[in-house]
């Protein structure tokens, strides 16, 4: 079996949710950082950033 390939997407994906996770950020309104959008994502960073 072919094994999935990362896509660039994937690697900005972890990227923020590795930012997040730094900052003490493990769940956003009850999910989980995995269950969450790109965009959800770069929101609740955006939203810690700013603080």
């Known amino acids: 079996m072919i094994p999935p390939k990362e896509t660039k997407m994937d690697g900005k ?4 949710i590795d930012d997040l ?8 309104e009850g999910k989980q950082l995995y269950e969450l959008s790109l965009y959800e ?8 950033a700013n603080l």
């Open 13 to 16: 994906i972890m990227t923020v």
């Open 21 to 28: 996770v730094a900052q003490g950020v493990f769940k956003v």
């Open 41 to 48: 994502l770069i929101k609740e960073h955006m939203e810690k």
